[in-house]
């Protein structure tokens, strides 16, 4: 059973060095979503996918992200220029766009970012 | 404003000890509430659905349960594996949401041998 895979799990960079993540969602899946969680917080949307097109982005979602999923599989996150507030932990997670719009997502292990 | 909230932040629960965790939530219309278990380290693992009032839905010790402006989940006689952050989640209709999930804070459950 192969679930929703990310990488890398954790990535330690220096403030102003641009980073990406990547997500692989479960096969089936058309739906994909970023979200950001910090400590003692839970997850905050960030932006959603549906094939390859990008339909939402949260206000959180500053300029220096970008997001992609270049022929609706994988998915690309990227920050550029990061900042000491960008530390966190960065989940992704997909669903079946099969039947009702609320199927229940699916979240991978998350890449833990962390700005010194 | 959407929002959800959860109570308490932290329960410590002696094994076979049963309690309940709250979810309070505020949305303009319901598309469907979620509750995830995370442990130290990893991402959400999905637990349950709900989708209207009066809905309830069970595994092995857990019991969600779902009125017009809460949920509950039940923990009935838990064991130390038990021990994690529930969150609660729900997805909202309208303002263009296409399907994103507002979560509370979480409980954090520590049950005691």
């Known amino acids: 059973d192969t679930g929703v895979s990310q990488d890398p799990r954790h990535k330690i960079t220096k403030r102003g060095q641009n980073v990406t993540f990547r997500c692989d969602p479960i096969?089936?899946?058309?739906?994909l979503y970023w979200y950001r969680q910090t400590l003692g917080q839970g997850p905050e949307f960030l932006t959603y996918?549906?094939?390859?097109?990008?339909?939402?982005k949260s206000r959180l979602l500053s300029d220096r992200f970008s997001a992609e999923r270049p022929k609706g599989s994988f998915s690309t996150l990227e920050i550029q220029r990061t900042e000491q507030g960008d530390s966190a932990m960065y989940l992704c997670?997909?669903?079946?766009?099969?039947?009702?719009?609320?199927?229940?997502?699916?979240f991978g292990d998350g890449t833990r970012l962390s700005i010194l | 404003e959407d929002q959800v909230t959860q109570s308490p932040e932290a329960l410590r629960l002696q094994e076979g000890e049963s309690s309940s965790l709250n979810c309070s939530y505020t949305?303009?219309?319901?598309?469907?509430l979620f509750w995830y278990r995370q442990d130290p380290g990893k991402g959400p693992e999905f637990l349950f659905t709900?989708?209207?009032a009066g809905e309830e839905k069970e595994k092995e010790r857990l019991k969600a349960t779902l009125t017009k402006k809460e949920s509950f989940l039940h923990i009935t006689a838990p064991k130390p594996e038990d021990s994690a952050t529930y969150l609660c989640?729900?997805?909202?209709?309208?303002?263009?949401?296409?399907?994103?999930?507002?979560f509370g804070k979480g409980t954090k459950l520590s049950v005691k041998p």
């Open positions: 989640a729900v997805q909202a209709v309208g303002g263009g949401s296409q399907g994103n999930l507002i």
């Open positions: 997670a997909s669903s079946s766009g099969q039947g009702r719009p609320n199927q229940p997502q699916h």
């Open positions: 096969s089936e899946h058309n739906r």
């Open positions: 709900l989708y209207s």
């Open positions: 996918f549906q094939n390859e097109a990008q339909l939402e």
């Open positions: 949305v303009s219309g319901l598309r469907g």
